[in-house]
């Protein structure tokens, strides 16, 4: 079975720093996608970056970059220059398509940042 | 461009009522998915489907049913809401082509609690 750890519930970062959050995961499958979504207080979920197993390049969006580790199944979210718009829960996600899974998403429990002033 | 547009965006209900909650997207998506998210869980996959017609069970379907009369419509009745089902859900839609380019796109929740 897929599995998503989010081993961070808070983490907190002052503003212009960098943070780091961490996701593990656990599959048997070598074709997959990892994700991290955003969700401020508002609730609407918004992907951040998106990352494909068979590339060996980290993904990078901007201020956001992965540090994506597959054999040892490590998928880590630096934010660069936090800014308090950064503020929201953070979910790590994982779907594969192969098998019965059918496309759907398996979340880690999030971790929730705070960005001070 | 709507996107997924869930409706309601809130609801109380008290113990033993039912209710749909509707999702509806328009971008021709074959995928759908009902969600729920609950303090310190993430999100789990209630009921899911396939296409037009079909439907499947995700893993927290207990209380819950689905139907997929339309493709663009996804709806998730409760017969008889519980305490235990407080919690905000999510509907998600993404298509099945073009799979390495594709992504989910949600609704923007519909919290939903049961007195």
């Known amino acids: 079975a897929q599995t998503v750890t989010q081993s961070q519930p808070e983490m907190s970062v002052q503003e212009a720093e960098t943070v780091t959050l961490s996701c593990t995961y656990d599959?048997?499958?070598?074709?997959?996608?990892l994700f991290w979504y955003k969700q401020p207080p508002s609730r609407q979920m918004i992907l951040v970056i998106r990352?494909?197993?068979?590339?060996?390049q980290n993904a990078t969006e901007n201020r956001f970059s992965v540090n994506f580790q597959k054999a040892a199944k490590s998928f880590s979210l630096k934010i660069s220059d936090s800014q308090l718009g950064d503020a929201a829960m953070y979910f790590c996600?994982?779907?594969?398509?192969?098998?019965?899974?059918?496309?759907?998403?398996?979340f880690g429990r999030g971790t929730q940042l705070t960005v001070w002033p | 461009n709507a996107g997924v547009t869930q409706t309601p965006k809130f609801r109380v209900l008290k113990t033993g009522q039912s209710m749909t909650l509707l999702c509806a997207q328009d971008?021709?998506?074959?995928?759908m998915y009902w969600y729920r998210q609950d303090p310190g869980m993430g999100l789990r996959l209630i009921h899911y489907?396939?296409?037009?017609?079909?439907?499947a069970k995700g893993e927290v379907p207990d209380g819950y049913n689905v139907s997929r009369l339309k493709k663009q419509n996804f709806l998730l009745g409760l017969e008889s809401a519980a305490p235990s089902q407080t919690s905000v859900y999510f509907c998600?839609?993404?298509?099945?082509?073009?799979?390495?380019?594709?992504?989910?796109?949600f609704g923007q929740g519909t919290r939903l609690t049961v007195v």
């Open positions: 489907s396939v296409g037009e017609g079909t439907t």
């Open positions: 996600a994982y779907r594969t398509d192969r098998g019965s899974t059918l496309g759907r998403l398996y």
């Open positions: 971008m021709n998506h074959e995928y």
């Open positions: 990352q494909e197993a068979y590339k060996q």
């Open positions: 998600a839609s993404r298509t099945h082509w073009d799979r390495r380019n594709t992504e989910a796109f």
């Open positions: 599959t048997s499958e070598s074709d997959y996608y």
